[in-house]
């Protein structure tokens, strides 16, 4: 399973942005996605993560202002992110717990991340 994030940049505090990640390969099922961050001198955190139920878990420090939200069709995970502070300045991360297809036709239970996204909030 591979993941394609995209959709950060530098923005104003107060200020939006939406974050995007898409997962490609031979995949049969997607059972959870989720955007973790790190900021520099940090360790990863996670943000939000959503169940192909539609359940989501939102961290307490950004509950209100950031909303997860999940195209199972699409197999793609979307981070809106509203009221963004400096202290939300890191590199985020999307996660997938799927179920795949090996080359040998093997099924194959992983948990994939994306490349990091750069969000850079500026006061």
């Known amino acids: 399973v591979q993941l394609q994030a995209s959709g950060g940049g530098l923005v104003l505090a107060g200020g939006s942005l939406r974050l995007s990640c898409v997962a490609s390969g031979r995949i049969i099922r997607i059972d959870d996605m989720g955007w973790y961050r790190q900021a520099p001198g940090k360790g990863r955190e996670l943000v939000a993560d959503i169940t192909s139920a539609g359940i989501t878990n939102v961290a307490d420090a950004v509950k209100g202002r950031f909303t997860i939200s999940m195209d199972s069709a699409k197999k793609s995970v979307y981070l809106q992110m509203d009221s963004l502070k400096p202290e939300d300045s890191a590199s985020y991360y999307c996660?997938?717990?799927?179920?795949?297809?090996?080359?040998?036709?093997?099924?194959?239970?992983?948990?994939?991340w994306g490349q990091g996204t750069l969000v850079t909030v500026s006061s």
């Open positions: 996660n997938a717990n799927a179920l795949s297809f090996d080359s040998s036709q093997n099924y194959v239970a992983e948990r994939a």
